[in-house]
């Protein structure tokens, strides 16, 4: 994912009809799907502070047609997107703290 152009921004819908917004970490697209690694935001900073950092792996699923985000239920296919996104970011940081000062 490139943050160049800011924040990636997701809002989902719950089965009670509340809108809940995420940032989007990092998008896996492989052999058992696409998935999405995403953290919840907060309007409020102080529960932004309050937030223990905890990102969601969400599927991307056709539903009639439609693609919407549904929680990845199989146990071990998250363990290892989990293992990969862990991974990717530990790169994504890397990178970040090799960047010269002036960013270049």
């Not at 970011?89 to 990178?95: A, H």
């Amino acid at each position: 994912m490139n943050d160049e152009f800011g924040t990636d921004l997701l809002t989902l819908v719950d089965e009670e009809g509340e809108q809940h917004e995420f940032e989007v970490l990092d998008v896996i697209d492989n052999d058992e799907g696409c998935f999405y690694a995403l953290l919840p935001t907060f309007d409020d900073p102080q529960d932004q502070l309050q937030a223990d950092g905890t990102y969601y792996i969400f599927e991307v699923i056709d539903e009639n047609g439609e693609e919407q985000l549904a929680e990845v239920e199989d146990e071990a296919l998250l363990d290892r997107l989990a293992a990969e996104f862990e991974r990717h970011f530990e790169e994504l940081y890397d990178e970040e703290d090799e960047l010269p000062e002036d960013g270049e």
